[in-house]
RNA sequence: GCCCCCAUCGUCUAGUGGCCAAGGACUCCGCCCUUUCAAGGCGGCAACAGGGAUUCGAAUUCCCUUGGGGGCACCA
């Protein structure tokens, strides 16, 4: 088996100081998509080894943030501070083959010299001074208990790579710095830690954002130093908020979290974040989950960082809302709509087909759930409120709305059966009986069933909310109208 | 300052030397459909950053400039 046919193996690697952010998420899901693709395997590392930042709730807002998207991983999850001795056991791998040595130079001394290199216009770089030190006087201040870091030592050269998406990057070894891989403290550097952890991992495809370009050439001369296989790179652009800047707090939600909160569904997110960065090619961009899997591919990836448009994700949660079918839709909605409190379960349960019609009927002019949500009112509740500018633009008259309501409700009482076209039958004769345009009707009784100007077809909302429910509403809005032209 | 990455409509993008007087989508604006609003259909506005070079021919290749982004820790 060749190396390009082996399944690969993917990882995701947040480090648990905050919540999910939509551009993390965006990575995970090209990890996953690529995994998926290939039938390879998605893995989930905690980078927590920063103990200062990592909190057990950023930890479990990331599993909520995976799960909901149904981003789902294999194996279990990696926790990075778990792997303290086998970092520093690479750590002293690498010193004891001469790759690394020992560092006495404390921070204090550093920040100095960097401080003047500063001020001479000059860029600093680490000058090797222990690198230099004598075996005995290395052992002098060990003996001594001196406190020391462990550095990497660059070799002669240069690093170059070919990334999945950009092709050749390449660094002159001059340009790069002795970095430190082990503290003074024993602990790792991150770019030890991500090596260590990829290899033992069995990671074969890298893949994330393009703010870790300048860290591959070091981790490449670890992977060598600790005689490990490459993995294949993939540096993904960047997310940026609609003023061209990183996407921050600045730009609104960035969170996974709230987005979910908002009503969207999380096929759409992933679909939107799917084409800020990649394209399946052609004009393709709605597409559900297996679609995206079906057709992703590095090749399609994108270069430049993208601007994230809360407007077309808007857009693209409409397109989902329509596209996703109803018993997958509906999980989404109801507690949305038992939040609302226009309803039990008990109720919806009881009512299902009915339900999922209202559904059907709601989610065509919704872009989000709650705009569903929104438009559900009048057909659960037993009382509405009508809107003033409904009010204003279709029952200018109140005396003559409510004798005209009083009819409608008449002509309503008898038809049957209680369906949109008896119903368009009836009503259109009343108009024309009346001498007016059918409109004239319709308008006043869609405010009266729903206290909106703005509702699906009317003999549609008649039939949702049904005979008893909508001569209620009718009467109620009589009753309104009545004690509006007296009060005058 | 040094290093690296990037550059097609306002935004997401198609485009891998001729099929491009640059296509689709979002946004915005018209029109159609229509009982309202959506949805849908049709149409409009709107881009290859600039300059060289290669070539019969360049959005597509190369170089420079400009502009944007990222990185330069005993953070991740």
Same mark, same amino acid.
């Given at each position: 088996?060749?190396?390009?046919? +082996? ?120 000058? +090797? +001074? ?138 759409? #997110? ?45 857009? #693209? ?33 009881? +009512? ?137």
């Amino acid at each position: 088996m060749t190396d390009s046919a +082996r399944p690969p193996r993917l990882r995701f690697a947040p480090s648990p100081t905050g919540y999910l952010h939509v551009g993390g998420a965006r990575t995970a899901l090209f990890n996953w998509l690529y995994a998926r693709h290939n039938g390879g395997k998605f893995l989930l590392r905690i980078e927590d080894t920063d103990k200062l930042r990592s909190t057990d709730e950023s930890t479990r807002a990331i599993f909520e943030g995976m799960e909901w998207l149904g981003l789902d991983w294999d194996e279990d999850v990696v926790y990075q501070g778990a792997s303290l001795e086998r970092h520093r056991a690479d750590a002293m791998r690498m010193l004891d083959a001469g790759l690394a040595y020992r560092c006495f130079c404390t921070p204090e001394e550093l920040e100095v010299r960097r401080k003047t290199a500063a001020a001479g216009h000059e860029t600093f770089k680490y000058d +090797r +001074r222990c690198d230099r030190l004598l075996p005995d006087e290395v052992q002098e201040r060990l003996d001594r208990s001196d406190a020391f870091v462990v550095r990497f030592r660059i070799p002669e050269g240069t690093t170059e790579w070919d990334d999945l998406v950009h092709e050749r990057i390449a660094f002159p070894n001059k340009d790069l710095d002795d970095f430190v891989i082990l503290r003074s403290n024993a602990t790792p550097i991150y770019n030890l830690a991500v090596v260590s952890d990829d290899i033992a991992m069995g990671v074969t495809v890298v893949m994330r954002g393009d703010d870790h370009i300048s860290n591959t050439p070091k981790q490449i001369l670890l992977y060598r130093a600790l005689g490990a296989e490459l993995p294949t790179f993939a540096h993904l652009p960047m997310i940026h908020g609609m003023d061209g800047k990183k996407l921050s707090k600045r730009h609104g939600a960035t969170a996974v979290g709230d987005y979910q909160h908002q009503g969207l569904l999380p096929t759409a #997110m992933l679909n939107f974040l799917a084409l800020l960065g990649w394209s399946p090619g052609g004009d393709r961009e709605v597409m559900t989950v297996p679609e995206m899997i079906e057709l992703f591919t590095p090749a399609g990836l994108q270069k430049k960082a993208a601007i994230f448009d809360p407007k077309k994700l808007e857009w #693209m949660n409409g397109q989902h809302l329509s596209i996703t079918p109803l018993a997958e839709l509906e999980p989404y909605v109801t507690p949305a709509i038992l939040a609302a409190g226009l309803a039990d379960e008990a109720t919806l349960a009881a +009512r299902r087909e009915w339900y999922f019609d209202l559904l059907d009927l709601l989610r065509v002019r919704s872009r989000t759930i709650d705009d569903i949500v929104r438009q559900a009112g009048p057909y659960f509740l037993p009382h509405i409120d009508f809107d003033p500018e409904a009010v204003a633009r279709n029952w200018k008259d109140p005396e003559a709305a409510a004798d005209l309501l009083a009819k409608v409700s008449q002509t309503l009482a008898s038809v049957d059966p209680w369906e949109p076209g008896p119903l368009e039958t009836v009503l259109r004769g009343l108009a024309e009986s009346l001498g007016i345009a059918a409109g004239k009707v319709f308008q006043p009784l869609r405010v009266a069933l729903t206290g909106l100007t703005v509702s699906p077809g009317i003999f549609e909302v008649l039939v949702a909310m049904g005979r008893d429910l909508a001569l209620a509403r009718i009467s109620d809005a009589t009753d309104w109208l009545r004690r509006a032209a007296d009060s005058k």
